[in-house]
C-alpha cells in the first residue's frame, strides 16, 4: 500500500504563486508517472499536469508557462509551482501516482483559493 499527502494549499490573490508538494511513503517498489490533478465545485477532476520517470513532463493547455511539476525520486516526492496564479484556478488539488506495476493511488486533496 502507498499513500499520498499532499500539502502547500492555501489562499492566495491573483497573480501570486504557491508550491504543492505531494508526498508517497508506504510500501514502495517502484513509482512510475505522477500526475496533478484538480477539481473546482461541481466540475469534473482534470489533470493539470503530468512527469514521467525520467522527467518529460506535459500540461494542459491553460497553465503552460505558469505551473511546473517537478518531482524527486530519492525522496519519492512531486511537486507543483504555481506561478501566477487566477482565479479560475481555484480548486481542490490531487496527487496520483502509478506505482508497484500498475496500481493507481490518489491523495487526500489540498485546496487552492485565488482571489480577484
Known amino acids: 500500500q502507498v499513500q499520498l499527502v499532499e500539502s502547500g494549499g492555501g489562499l492566495v490573490q491573483a497573480g501570486g504563486s504557491l508550491r504543492l508538494s505531494c508526498a508517497a511513503s508506504g510500501r514502495i517498489f517502484r513509482i512510475n508517472g505522477m500526475s496533478w490533478f484538480r477539481q473546482a465545485p461541481g466540475k469534473q477532476r482534470d489533470v493539470v499536469a503530468t512527469i514521467t520517470p525520467g522527467g518529460s513532463t506535459n500540461y494542459r493547455d491553460s497553465v503552460k508557462g505558469r505551473f511546473t511539476i517537478s518531482r524527486d525520486n530519492v525522496k519519492n516526492t512531486l511537486y507543483l509551482q504555481m506561478n501566477g496564479l487566477k482565479p479560475e484556478d481555484t480548486a481542490v488539488y490531487y496527487c496520483?501516482?502509478?506505482?508497484?506495476?500498475?496500481?493507481?493511488?490518489w491523495g487526500q486533496g489540498t485546496q487552492v483559493t485565488v482571489s480577484s
Open positions: 496520483n501516482a502509478e506505482a508497484n506495476y500498475g496500481y493507481v493511488y
